[in-house]
Nanobody
């Protein structure tokens, strides 16, 4: 079983960048597909990005494609979400999640049994 700790959120202005991190303990991240999800106030949790076990495949929600990048660092056993050109619509609690499911990539949160505690990202106009 893997434990996840996500961090890196904060208050920024529109157009700024942030890098979120997700640290794993208990198991190596290379055994898991990793995803980032977010939940804004009053809204359902939504998929943001996913990284395959090999690190060779990625998937992004249309709303963040071209602005966000998910990548891993096996030496540190961490996965990152680089977020550029942030806008107020990106304001949410961001969660990293992991799964050993056999999919290469998945946008469905029901397939991710392991979750971080969440980190708040607030983007002011």
């Amino acid at each position: 079983q893997v434990q996840l700790v996500d961090a890196g959120g904060g208050l920024v202005q529109a157009g700024d960048s942030l890098r979120l991190s997700c640290a794993a303990s208990g198991r190596t991240f290379s055994a898991y597909m990793v995803g980032w999800f977010r939940q804004a106030p009053g809204k359902e949790r939504e998929f943001v990005a996913a990284l395959s076990r090999s690190g060779g495949s990625t998937d992004y929600a249309d709303s963040v494609k071209g602005r966000f990048t998910i990548f891993g660092d096996n030496a540190k056993n961490m996965v990152f979400l680089q977020m550029n050109s942030l806008n107020p619509e990106d304001t949410a609690v961001y969660y990293c999640a992991a799964t050993t499911a056999s999919f290469t990539l998945s946008r469905a949160d029901i397939f991710y049994p392991y979750w971080g505690q969440g980190t708040q990202v607030t983007v002011s106009a």
